[in-house]
């Protein structure tokens, strides 16, 4: 049973950087696409991109100029990096997995971790 | 970016009622389309894949039909265990897009 943990900070500072780590356990991290989703409290979900195991990314180009994904396959972790965060940018983070036989559809999720920007 | 759109915003039904979401692309995504469920405090979870496609473990009374842009997903018989808020997502191309969701909740 693959099982999904958001970490990192959970109060970053406006225009810093905003950086969270998804670790992967009970199966391999290789040959799935990987993504991150964001939701302000009380609001929708935004999915904020995806990266494959080969280090292949895909950014939502809202937040293209600010956001890096990269992957640790020796970790079996995933990252992402969210540059010069402003309040807007406080949000539950959600990681989650793009099943390999679900059309894309992301069939296994972190429990979410809390991200508030503020100084 | 393809725009999600779903009706109704919110919904009110009781116990053993069929329940129907309608989500509608702002163009056409083939059957690129999943449902989400989400709970309050909790992370979704995939309902529908493929716009059709039962995800595993997930009870039958759900149901999910459509392609192009017009997409439902129909609860058969409601348990108190599906009230909850629901998701359109599309998967069709770059960025993926989530509709705004749908809340079910008792009447």
């Known amino acids: 049973q693959v099982q999904l943990q958001e970490s990192g900070p959970g109060l970053v500072k406006p225009s810093e950087t905003l950086s969270l780590t998804c670790t992967v356990s009970?199966?391999?991290?290789?040959?799935?696409?990987w993504s991150w989703i964001r939701q302000p409290a009380g609001k929708g979900l935004e999915w904020i991109g995806r990266i494959y195991t080969s280090g292949s990314t895909n950014y939502n180009p809202s937040l293209k100029s600010r956001v890096t994904m990269s992957v640790d396959t020796s970790k079996n972790q995933f990252s992402l990096k969210l540059s010069s965060v402003t309040a807007a940018d406080t949000a539950v983070y959600y990681c989650?997995?793009?099943?390999?036989?679900?059309?894309?559809?992301?069939?296994?999720w972190g429990q979410g971790t809390t991200v508030t920007v503020s100084s | 970016d393809i725009q999600m759109t779903q009706s109704p915003s919110s919904v009110s039904a009781s116990v053993g009622d069929r329940v129907t979401i309608t989500c509608r692309a702002s163009?056409?995504?083939?059957?690129?389309l999943a449902w989400y469920q989400q709970k309050p405090g909790k992370a979704p979870k995939l309902l529908i894949y493929a716009a059709s496609s039962l995800q595993s473990g997930v009870p039958s009374r759900f149901s999910g039909s459509g392609s192009g842009t017009d997409f439902t997903l129909t609860i058969s018989s409601l348990q108190p265990e599906d009230f909850a808020t629901y998701y359109c997502?599309?998967?069709?191309?770059?960025?993926?897009?989530f509709g705004p969701g749908t809340k079910v909740d008792i009447k």
């Open positions: 009970g199966g391999s991290i290789s040959s799935y696409y």
């Open positions: 997502q599309q998967a069709n191309s770059f960025p993926r897009t």
């Open positions: 989650a997995r793009v099943g390999g036989s679900t059309a894309y559809g992301m069939d296994v």
């Open positions: 163009q056409g995504i083939s059957s690129w």
